[in-house]
T-cell receptor
């Protein structure tokens, strides 16, 4: 019940395309859903995050769509660029007052944007 | 921009030896975490730490592991009697608060190789 399932495992798109990465969760106590971007040899870096009280959030070229009833959320990258080539992880956590922010990560998607 | 720093970047140790991985969290952050990522797999939560004590730990974080904040700036992960399966990238992270909707900043990681 603590798992976050992510698909696809890898994705290749052409420059300017719109890659979509999907995640699904089971634990209804999750209330914070961030996406992390990781380049080789680097730590994960927060890209964008959403709370379940909204269905969509946009930041620049990155959009999260959230479907609370289906317990699914997805990342869309508009006008993708070669510099977006990285591994993307979805994650989820519970808002615990005074507690730690334990993130449960998905399995990751390796995105390659070709010229 | 403030960042989480980890040392060393790469540690090679013999099976059965003890290792200490070091982290300097962002200075005004109050919550500290260790995660690990086995090569090609997802990032997994190990432990969260607040107010000089463990606030949550995963089933991975057994008696072989311990954490400590020995002074006002460092946060360490000790692995006693390392095993081959401890080989992984270990990430330290910190956040201002522990609630689920605050950003966790990750360090660049320490690659631990047990031989």
């Amino acid at each position: 019940q603590q798992q976050v399932k992510q698909s696809p495992q890898s994705l290749i798109v052409q420059k300017g395309g719109i890659p979509i990465i999907n995640c699904a969760y089971e634990n209804t106590a999750f209330d914070y859903f961030p996406w992390y971007q990781q380049f080789p040899g680097k730590g994960p870096a927060l890209l964008i995050a959403i709370r379940p009280d909204v269905s969509e959030k946009k930041e620049g070229r990155f959009t999260i769509s959230f479907n609370k009833s289906a317990k699914q959320f997805s990342l869309h990258i508009m006008d993708s660029q070669p510099g977006d080539s990285a591994t993307y992880f979805c994650a989820a956590s519970r808002g615990i007052t005074g507690g730690g922010n334990k993130l449960t990560f998905g399995t990751g998607t390796q995105l390659k944007v070709e010229l | 921009e403030p960042e989480v720093t980890q040392t060393p970047s790469h540690q090679v140790t013999q099976m059965g030896q003890e290792v200490i991985l070091r982290c300097v969290p962002i200075s005004n952050h109050l919550y500290f975490y260790w995660y690990r990522q086995i090569l090609g797999q997802k990032v997994e939560f190990l432990v969260s730490f607040y107010n000089n004590e463990i606030s949550e730990k995963s089933e991975i974080f057994d008696d072989q592991f311990s954490v400590e904040r020995p002074d006002g700036s460092n946060f360490t992960l000790k692995i006693r009697s390392t095993k081959l399966e401890d080989s992984a990238m270990y990430f330290c992270a910190s956040s201002v608060m522990g609630r689920g909707n605050t950003e966790a900043f990750f360090g660049q990681g320490t690659r631990l190789t047990v031989v």
